[in-house]
T-cell receptor, first 118, second 113 residues
Framework: DVKVTQSSRYLVKRTGEKVFLECVQD?????MFWYRQDPGLGLRLIYF???????EKGDIPEGYSVSREKKERFSLILESASTNQTSMYLC?????????????????FGDGTRLSIL | GENVEQHPSTLSVQEGDSAVIKCTYS??????FPWYKQELGKRPQLIID?????GEKKDQRIAVTLNKTAKHFSLHITETQPEDSAVYFC????????????FGTGTSLTVIP
């Protein structure tokens, strides 16, 4: 069974702090994703990565950066936390076995980190 | 072209009745359509998915139908039970070669005992 582990379930930080959210997966997945989840807005993609040291912007990358130094670990960084970044953050991973229809693989999610910026 | 519209946003049904959630997309290249269930305080979990080469897929009380011409896909839950109460998200993958999903805004389903 796929295991995606996020380092913290709850986190409280102050405005202006640099915040690190960590995510680790144990299934050797190529792809990793960071979403934020807000009521009425669903899941919005912040950044994703399809390989080590590779990253792509999602729909709402402003104010965030990411790091993928190892295949199993994908970190989300809030450079200078602001109150509008208070949210639930979800990490996900997926496998890319090849091209064509077989490449359509589900994403597997972690339990989420509820981040509050005061 | 990547957004997906999901309706309704909330749904209440009596136990034993059926529930239907519908999603509409606009990118004709979309070829993968998963559905996720998120119980309160828990992670989203895949419950069923469908690929563009089939029109319907069923797994016990859950089924998904896909109409590629009309660009919509639906989740059907029959004989609903209280444990089906959760938020359901549809998603689609618009890029054949990419790995990015686009999610609907979710449907909060309540099954009334």
């Amino acid at each position: 069974d796929v295991k995606v582990t996020q380092s913290s379930r709850y986190l409280v930080k102050r405005t202006g702090e640099k915040v690190f959210l960590e995510c680790v997966q144990d299934m050797d997945h190529e792809n990793m994703f960071w979403y934020r989840q807000d009521p009425g807005l669903g899941l919005r993609l912040i950044y994703f990565s399809y390989d080590v040291k590779m990253k792509e912007k999602g729909d709402i990358p402003e104010g965030y950066s990411v790091s993928r130094e190892k295949k199993e670990r994908f970190s989300l960084i809030l450079e200078s936390a602001s109150t509008n970044q208070t949210s639930m953050y979800l990490c996900a991973s997926s496998h890319s076995p090849g091209t064509g229809s077989i490449s359509n693989q589900p994403q597997h999610f972690g339990d989420g980190t509820r981040l509050s910026i005061l | 072209g990547e957004n997906v519209e999901q309706h309704p946003s909330t749904l209440s049904v009596q136990e034993g009745d059926s529930a239907v959630i519908k999603c509409t997309y606009s990118d004709s290249a979309s070829n993968y359509f998963p559905w996720y269930k998120q119980e309160l305080g828990k992670r989203p979990q895949l419950i069923i998915d469908i690929r563009s080469n089939v029109g319907e897929k069923k797994d016990q009380r859950i089924a998904v139908t896909l109409n590629k011409t009309a660009k919509h896909f639906s989740l059907h839950i029959t004989e609903t039970q209280p444990e089906d109460s959760a938020v359901y998200f549809c998603a689609h993958k618009p890029n054949v070669l990419g790995n990015q999903f686009y999610f609907g805004t979710g449907t909060s389903l309540t099954v009334i005992p």
